[in-house]
C-alpha cells in the first residue's frame, strides 16, 4: 500500500464496504514503532493474559505478516514487550496489532516495525503457554481470520478478505 491511505481505499471500495468484503476496526488502538504504514497477511492468535504463543510466532520468520492477537481486551498485564517486538522486526514482520498492552514503550519505538495495541502497562504477562492459534478471532468489532490481509496506517485499520491491488 506504498502511496495510498486507508482512507482512499475505503473511498475507492464502496462495495467491498458494503458486501463486508472490507472492513474497519473501531478506533481503539495506540500507535507504537517506527513504521506507522503497513500490511500483510494476518495471522491470528488468541490468548489471554499470557505471551508464551506470542513469543513464540515472533521467532518465526514473519515473510511481511502480520501478527494479530486477540488479548481479551485485557489491560491488567502486557502481552507484548521490547525484546518480542525486536525479534519480530529482525524476523521479517510487518506488524503487530494486540487487542491488549504491551510494555517496553521506548524500545518498541524505536523498532521499524507497526505496532498497535490498546494500552501500555508495566506488569508482565503469565508464562503458561496456554492459547489458540489461526482461529478466527474478533476484536475492535470486526471478526478477522487467518489468512485475510491487513492495512494500517495513521488514519486507522482495514481488514480484507483478499490482498487489495492499490
Keep these: ?55 513464540e510466532f515472533l521467532e518465526e520468520k514473519g515473510n511481511g505478516r502480520v501478527l494479530v492477537v486477540d488479548g481479551g481486551a485485557s489491560l491488567r498485564c502486557a502481552i507484548l514487550g521490547g ?15 494486540v487487542n491488549g498492552c504491551i510494555r517496553d514503550v521506548d524500545e518498541i519505538n524505536g523498532c521499524d516495525i507497526g505496532v498497535r495495541a490498546l494500552a501500555s502497562h508495566p506488569m508482565k504477562a503469565n508464562k503458561k503457554g496456554n492459547g489458540e492459534k489461526h482461529v478466527p478471532i474478533n476484536i475492535a468489532g470486526t471478526r478477522i481470520s487467518d489468512g485475510e490481509w491487513l492495512y494500517a496506517d495513521t488514519d486507522g485499520i482495514l481488514i480484507s478478505g483478499t490482498e487489495l491491488s492499490v
Design 1 to 55: 500500500m506504498a502511496l495510498v491511505t486507508t482512507a482512499e481505499v475505503c473511498d475507492a471500495n464502496p462495495q467491498l464496504i458494503l458486501s463486508g468484503e472490507l472492513r474497519a476496526l473501531q478506533p481503539i488502538f495506540q500507535i507504537y514503532g517506527r513504521r506507522q504504514v503497513f500490511s500483510g497477511p494476518i495471522v491470528t492468535l488468541k490468548v489471554f493474559e499470557d505471551n508464551v504463543l506470542v513469543r
Design 83 to 97: 525484546n518480542p517486538v525486536v525479534q519480530a522486526q529482525n524476523n521479517g514482520w510487518a506488524g503487530i496489532v
